[in-house]
């Protein structure tokens, strides 16, 4: 059962901010990384950031200077800002329970063991 909840999903024309946000409070205890994920389209999944528990961030090129990962420790939470939209961002995005890797968060999902359900971003 779903144990991650994304909200903060929707639609947005080009050059728009959305601001997704993810309950992880049922892994207060056992989380190293939390990141985001996304799957286009016809596309596969991919990774998108992450943020590791001592506050490291690891981003996808394709989204370095426009979205932000933070985490909100009291409230269990991590949410990703999202600004200069663009079309190509539309996806439905994933946040994801994972662990570290050599020292750090990874982007791929092989390193990610739980997932949310998922919520709708689409930027037209």
């Known amino acids: 059962h779903v144990q991650l909840v994304e909200s903060g999903g929707g639609s947005v024309q080009p050059g728009g901010s959305l601001r997704l946000s993810c309950d992880a409070s049922k892994y207060r205890y056992s989380r190293q990384c939390l990141g985001w994920f996304r799957q286009g389209p016809g596309k596969e999944r991919e990774g998108v950031a992450s943020i590791a528990n001592d506050g490291n961030t690891v981003y996808l090129d394709s989204v370095k200077g426009r979205f932000t990962i933070s985490e909100d420790s009291a409230e269990h939470a991590v949410y990703l800002q999202m600004n200069a939209l663009q079309p190509e961002d539309t996806a439905m995005y994933y946040c994801?329970?994972?662990?570290?890797?050599?020292?750090?968060?990874?982007?791929?999902?092989?390193?990610?063991?739980?997932w949310g359900q998922g919520t709708q971003v689409t930027v037209s």
């Open positions: 994801a329970l994972g662990y570290r890797f050599g020292g750090y968060c990874q982007l791929q999902e092989d390193y990610y063991a739980s």
